[in-house]
């Protein structure tokens, strides 16, 4: 493995004193994570000051979008520990992403080394304040200075890293969702499966739509049939109907989501009944109308959980537990942010303490 070389910042920024105004994404730690690809391999790993990049105006990825990126999170514990959660899914994913656009594959050990490294540099940025942590965004794009529509041969792999608030200032709050009937995120064979940023400015549109009539976020439908739910904005999606959990079956639209895997894995281990499987909103209605619609939430990295108070599918309004947090999306909640948090003990392996 390539040495990893540091370069420390001779001008430390200012942390911010309020933590309850931190936001999301906003500012950004003394460091970051930088490797460079040209002629046929990555080299250079290393960790320098943040600041801006030295890119060309034909710099590929800005024309047609050769990138990938990850999000993830390091936490503070009660027991003052710094801990990833399954930072090893998060690479393995990113490469995953690589393939489907044609980037080259990192090495991911060489990633997370890298990623250790940096959290422990600029562990001071890592927040104390319960639920806020420290959000991190590795990132790879095409670089190659050409305009030809073809494979970029240069490219940055880069990590930053931005201290974040709670997601949840005001408490675990149910969402108000949105059915998008009209335009689709992601088809079979597309590349709805990887995190990569074009997905997301073709969701844009719908996401501004949903706003504008008071809705949170967008659920997606199946590109083709517009029939089958696939998953909301950044999370991916779970209803609990009568005794059993449900949540769309990965078909190569859909993101597999780390928070999906580990909630599912989870469930399993508590003995609850969990299908991946095909669901339309048809089904939803039926359950609610016999009662059976118990609990509907989201899940990704920036939430963990995000319960679901209310849908909204054309005409059709579904009201979900009364608008209230459900059971199991609470125990979810508390039990994977208190294995971050250090505040419940990590029976699966999952976290990683970094310092
Ligand atoms: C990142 C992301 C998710 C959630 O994935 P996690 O690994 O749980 O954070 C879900 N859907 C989309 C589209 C995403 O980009």
């Known amino acids: 493995m390539e040495e990893i070389k540091v370069q420390l910042t001779t001008t430390p920024k200012q942390k911010p004193a309020d933590e309850s105004k931190l936001g999301f994404g906003k500012i950004f730690t003394d460091h970051m994570f930088v490797m460079d690809y040209t002629d046929g391999h990555w080299h250079d790993p290393r960790i320098v000051p943040y600041g801006p990049l030295d890119l060309t105006p034909a710099c590929m990825c800005l024309h047609y979008s050769q990138e990938v990126f990850e999000g993830m999170k390091a936490y503070r514990g009660v027991d003052g520990k710094i801990r990833l959660f ?3 899914q998060n690479f393995a994913r990113l490469n995953s992403s690589n393939d489907r656009l044609s980037i080259p594959l990192i090495d991911e050990e060489l990633a997370e080394k890298a990623l250790e490294m940096l959290v422990d540099i600029d562990s001071d940025w890592v927040p104390h304040t319960d639920g806020a942590s420290l959000y991190i965004r590795p990132f790879i794009i095409g670089t190659e200075d050409a305009l ?5 041969t240069e490219y940055k792999f880069i990590i930053i890293m931005s201290p974040s608030g709670s997601y949840y200032a005001g408490g675990l709050a149910p969402v108000k969702i949105y ?3 009209k335009y689709v995120r992601a088809v079979i064979g597309g590349t709805g499966y990887a995190k990569t940023g074009g997905n997301y400015a073709a969701s844009l549109k719908a996401q501004d739509i949903a706003a504008e009539q008071g809705y949170s976020q967008v659920l997606w439908l199946d590109g083709v049939e517009r029939k089958y739910i696939e998953e909301v904005g950044a999370m991916n999606v779970f209803f609990v109907l009568g005794d059993e959990i449900v949540t769309p079956m990965l078909r190569g639209s859909i993101l597999p989501g780390i928070t999906r895997k580990s909630v599912i894995e989870v469930l399993k281990h508590m003995g609850y009944k969990v299908s991946e499987r095909l669901i339309t909103v048809e089904e939803l209605i039926e359950a609610n109308a016999k009662g059976e619609f118990k609990e509907m939430f989201g899940t990704g990295t920036a939430a963990v959980i995000s319960p679901v108070g209310e849908l909204k ?4 309004i579904i009201p979900i537990n009364n608008g209230k947090i459900g059971e199991i ?3 979810l909640y508390d039990k994977i942010t208190g294995m ?5 003990p990590d029976e699966f392996g999952w976290t990683v303490v970094v310092k």
């Open 86 to 88: 399954r930072p090893e």
């Open 148 to 152: 030809g529509a073809h494979t970029s």
């Open 179 to 181: 059915v998008e009937t």
């Open 313 to 316: 599918c054309g005409d059709t």
């Open 329 to 331: 999306s609470q125990m």
């Open 340 to 344: 971050q948090f250090g505040k419940i």
